[in-house]
């Protein structure tokens, strides 16, 4: 099994950027990619980012696009997060997941961290 630790979470204000990390540790050589997660008070845990680890190959939920960016160091085992021009919609517990890089569903990811909480006021 992989163990996830997000870190990077914070309050801040519209406009602003926060970036989030997602340090892999134990048994990373079966993960073949990491996706980044969020899930809101209320609602549903969603879709956000996903980079696979030897091709990087990555896809975006549409409601980040052009402001999110996902990114890995193999080296360090860590997937990044930056995320600029933030709304308050993008308040939410953002958390990283082992899994395929191939699907965006929440429940084909096996491993999760314990999220990091990123609070956007207007």
């Known amino acids: 099994q992989v163990q996830l630790v997000e870190s990077g979470g914070g309050l801040v204000q519209a406009g602003d950027s926060l970036s989030l990390s997602c340090v892999a540790s134990g048994r990373t050589r079966s993960t073949l990619g990491i996706g980044w997660f969020r899930q809101a008070p209320g609602q549903e845990r969603e879709f956000v980012a996903v980079i696979s680890w030897s091709g990087g190959s990555i896809s975006y939920a549409e409601s980040v696009k052009g402001r999110f960016t996902i990114s890995r160091d193999n080296a360090k085992h860590t997937v990044y997060l930056q995320m600029n021009s933030l709304e308050p919609e993008d308040t939410a517990v953002y958390y990283c997941?082992?899994?395929?890089?191939?699907?965006?569903?929440?429940?084909?990811?096996?491993?999760w961290g314990q999220g990091t909480q990123v609070t956007v006021s207007s």
């Open positions: 997941a082992a899994g395929p890089w191939w699907t965006t569903q929440p429940s084909a990811f096996g491993s």
